[in-house]
């Protein structure tokens, strides 16, 4: 029997019409080759197993909707490549959902504080080009320290960066508090100013 | 330790312990409470205005050359949302970076899949890939080998038909190739070279032998990473290296990490080099004992910049001389430490940016390609 090649549009369409056999040979084969994948693209550690599971589940459960079975390889790279963005994206997510500040303001009765409306397209824009692209490839969920393999920046220039660009927008902050605070001062003068008028008119 | 700005500033990457001190900081500390929420803010507003992982993953496939890899509804898709993606790519600097890293995702699994789809056999009992790899922690090394086999014929394990699990990549004049194995190491087999492993996730034995000259990226692991040339074996613990073989004599320099090196003749006599060291190996003498070396002089021809803790005034000189350009830098600099690796194919301008910017210092560039470094 000649040999054929593991991903044959052949095995594709059995596991599509039903065929156990076919689907279980499918998973064993992607299997190794889904991992190889993983470890390449994030190294060894207890995530690429599940990895590879979620990745074998995408491909189980959408396996039927694969119009031509002859594309396979592009849908299991697909379904690799949404899996690797979605991990990217979830360890970043995690770590966010582990503080919430809003308690601590709330508990402490400032919440009026938090109101203090913040112009963020002008905070973006003081950031300077790499550190906007920290902060962006940040939050794709990428760690700082492949950030810095992306930039070509030690993983401590890369906080370094992220620790700049706080301490800017703390300024700026600052500043735009400090005229909020001034400009109330100056409308409460001149309400004042305005009263004390009209008392003397009256 | 991290002080109270700095936990605010990384509020994202704190663990459990870091995360209760930022909360208690910000209980007694009203204004940096305020400043943090600003801060988490900007952040949100910024992850807002950005494309979504998985548009920017079937732009990635659409501008992929070779076959088709979107389905009918994955373009329309695609095509709906392409204004504003070519709008934030004009906004987001930081997402030419991220498409880089698709590309490489792509590449990638297409180097996995050549190496995986191979021939189809019977499903057999599932076997723990890399199950030998017991202990808790492998981390993700880097590991530069280059080896330069010369003028001794070098032994090349080519074995019989694909039945046998051994595959051998080869190369012509003026073809590199680049081969992902399945420990996650990657060979990049330079031209008229070759390489011979044993294939298949289950197969590999991280042993390679190699006739012509090759970097390798070793995925860190607890069983050694293996190389056999006719004269020299190396054994990679989890390193950066280069090996170069000219007029019967094998040089080897080591950028991280520790390379075993010695002669075929004489294999139990070793020498341990370690990271900025190089040693050789020559006829039938085993290798002498590792000496300090200058990487970015020793390891140019592999065509990568390797600074460590350089002084920039150094750093500036190897710039000017594999890039042709001028670099001036301020005397108030010149003794300022650089360290990083940077590839020839990435222009000077490119790589004086990120020194510039790791120091946190001015770059300039005059129109007669001089730069200039300042504070």
């Known amino acids: 029997m000649a040999a054929s090649t593991k991903f044959s549009a052949a095995l594709v369409r059995r596991a599509q019409n039903g065929s156990k056999k076919a689907r279980r040979q499918l998973v064993h084969q992607l299997e190794p080759l889904l991992r190889a994948y993983f470890i390449k693209r994030l190294g060894k550690n207890t995530v690429v197993d599940d990895l590879v599971q979620n990745t074998l589940l995408r491909m189980h459960r959408g396996l039927e909707d694969l119009q031509q079975p002859e594309r396979f390889k592009a849908f299991v790279m697909k379904a690799a490549m949404f899996e690797l963005q979605d991990y990217y994206r979830g360890r970043y997510k995690m770590r966010e959902q582990l503080y919430e500040p809003d308690t601590v303001l709330h508990d402490k009765g400032s919440a009026k504080d938090t109101g203090l409306a913040v112009d963020l397209e002008r905070a973006l824009a003081t950031l300077t080009p790499t550190s906007r692209r920290v902060l962006e490839l940040r939050e794709y969920g990428y760690r700082y320290q492949e950030i810095g393999e992306m930039l070509d920046l030690t993983e401590a220039a890369v906080k370094m960066r992220v620790k700049r660009a706080f301490k800017q927008l703390r300024q700026l902050f600052a500043s735009s508090s400090t005229l909020l605070i001034l400009g109330g001062a100056v409308t409460l003068w001149a309400v004042s100013a305005a009263i004390l008028v009209l008392h003397r008119i009256s | ?375």
């Open chain 2, 1 to 375: 330790m991290k002080n109270k700005v700095e936990m605010t500033a990384w509020y994202d990457q704190l663990g459990p312990d870091e995360q209760q001190k930022l909360r208690a900081a910000l209980e007694k500390d009203p204004e940096l409470a305020r400043t943090y929420q600003q801060w988490r803010k900007v952040r949100q507003k910024l992850r807002q205005q950005l494309p979504e992982g998985r548009l920017l993953v079937l732009y990635a496939l659409e501008q992929a050359p070779g076959e088709k890899m979107l389905t009918q509804q994955e373009q329309t898709r695609l095509n709906r949302a392409r204004q504003q993606l070519e709008a934030a790519f004009q906004e987001h600097p930081g997402l030419e970076h991220v498409m880089q890293r698709l590309e490489d995702d792509r590449k990638t699994f297409e180097q996995v899949w050549q190496q995986h789809k191979g021939t189809a056999r019977k499903p057999s009992q599932p076997q723990q890939f890399l199950q030998w790899v017991s202990h808790p922690y492998l981390k993700r090394a880097a590991a530069v080998l280059l080896l330069f086999l010369g003028s001794l014929a070098v032994y090349t394990a080519v074995t019989g038909p694909a039945s046998n699990h051994q595959t051998t990549v080869q190369t012509a004049a003026g073809e590199t190739q680049q081969i992902a194995l399945s420990d996650g190491s990657t060979v990049h087999l330079m031209e008229a070279s070759s390489i011979a492993y044993r294939s298949g996730a289950d197969q590999f034995d991280r042993s390679v032998r190699l006739k012509g000259k090759a970097f390798f990226e070793v995925a860190k692991a607890r069983q050694p990473f293996q190389v056999e040339t006719k004269v020299a074996a190396v054994q990679v613990v989890g390193t950066t290296f280069g090996l170069q073989t000219t007029n019967g004599e094998t040089r080897l320099t080591v950028a991280e990490g520790q390379v075993l090196l010695a002669n075929t003749d004489q294999p139990n006599q070793t020498v341990l080099v370690g990271p900025g060291q190089a040693s050789w190996v020559k006829g039938n003498k085993p290798p002498p004992q590792a000496r300090t070396v200058d990487l970015a002089e020793q390891l140019a021809w592999s065509g990568q910049l390797f600074f460590r803790q350089h002084t920039l005034s150094t750093a500036a000189r190897y710039i000017e001389k594999y890039y042709d350009v001028t670099v001036v830098v301020d005397r108030s600099l010149a003794n300022e430490k650089v360290t990083g690796t940077f590839t020839r194919q990435q222009p000077a301008k490119e790589v004086l940016q990120t020194i510039a910017a790791t120091l946190g210092v001015q770059l300039e560039k005059l129109p007669t390609e001089e730069y200039r470094l300042s504070p």
